[in-house]
């Protein structure tokens, strides 16, 4: 499974297919291991690491994500993780992240990776058409529309379009 989902990306994007193949394997075990304590399929856990990070475990967004699941802050704080650039720890804080979210939004792949790229705060908010308000003051929906939970934001679309092709749910 590991060098199809490699194969398709690297045709797909065009990386140096050795050097990929490499940071991928290094971080195999511990996507494996996580997947199964937390009950997900390890073909997600690949596809979102491979899309957040190319497998790697020192990249830092622009908006402050961290190490090879990107992480926001917050986020690594409520699940406890002390450092998101170590592989195993992060991949490990994922897998029971998405367990969550599948839980939160009843199984649906689809929002839960949707959930996991702009915040289930924001997939909520596009279910109900209830306005979100954060932290800093915005507004999320505040046209209050219902998309079925999708955000209608072209990043996240093609967020969720490329997870689910890379594990072959479309």
Same mark, same amino acid.
């Given at each position: 499974?590991?060098?199809?989902?490699?194969?398709?990306?690297?045709?797909?994007?065009?990386?140096?297919?050795?050097?990929? %193949?490499?940071?991928?394997?290094?971080?195999?075990?511990?996507? #494996?291991?996580?997947?199964?304590?937390?009950?997900?399929?390890?073909?997600?856990? %690949?596809?979102?690491?491979?899309?957040?990070?190319?497998?790697?475990?020192?990249?830092?967004?622009?908006?402050?994500?961290?190490?090879?699941?990107?992480?926001?802050?917050?986020?690594?704080?409520?699940?406890?993780?002390?450092?998101?650039? &170590?592989?195993?720890?992060?991949?490990?804080?994922?897998?029971?992240?998405?367990?969550?979210?599948?839980?939160?939004?009843?199984?649906? #792949?689809?929002?839960a990776v949707?959930?996991? &790229?702009?915040?289930?705060?924001?997939?909520?908010s596009f279910?109900?058409?209830?306005?979100?308000?954060?932290?800093?003051?915005?507004?999320? &929906?505040?046209?209050?529309?219902?998309?079925?939970?999708?955000?209608?934001?072209?990043?996240?679309?093609?967020? #969720? %379009?490329?997870?689910?092709?890379?594990? &072959?749910?479309?």
């Amino acid at each position: 499974m590991l060098i199809s989902v490699i194969a398709t990306v690297t045709a797909q994007e065009r990386h140096d297919d050795r050097t990929l %193949r490499e940071r991928a394997m290094r971080l195999e075990p511990f996507i #494996v291991v996580a997947a199964m304590r937390y009950g997900i399929d390890a073909r997600i856990l %690949r596809a979102i690491c491979f899309i957040e990070s190319g497998y790697r475990i020192n990249v830092v967004s622009p908006k402050g994500a961290r190490g090879p699941m990107q992480f926001m802050p917050h986020t690594a704080v409520r699940y406890g993780l002390r450092d998101p650039h &170590n592989p195993e720890q992060a991949i490990g804080a994922a897998a029971r992240y998405f367990r969550d979210l599948l839980s939160k939004f009843g199984g649906r #792949v689809d929002l839960a990776v949707a959930a996991y &790229n702009a915040g289930e705060g924001a997939v909520s908010s596009f279910m109900t058409g209830q306005p979100l308000i954060l932290r800093d003051g915005r507004i999320v &929906n505040a046209r209050g529309l219902v998309t079925g939970g999708i955000p209608p934001y072209l990043e996240t679309q093609k967020y #969720v %379009r490329s997870v689910l092709s890379l594990v &072959n749910y479309v």
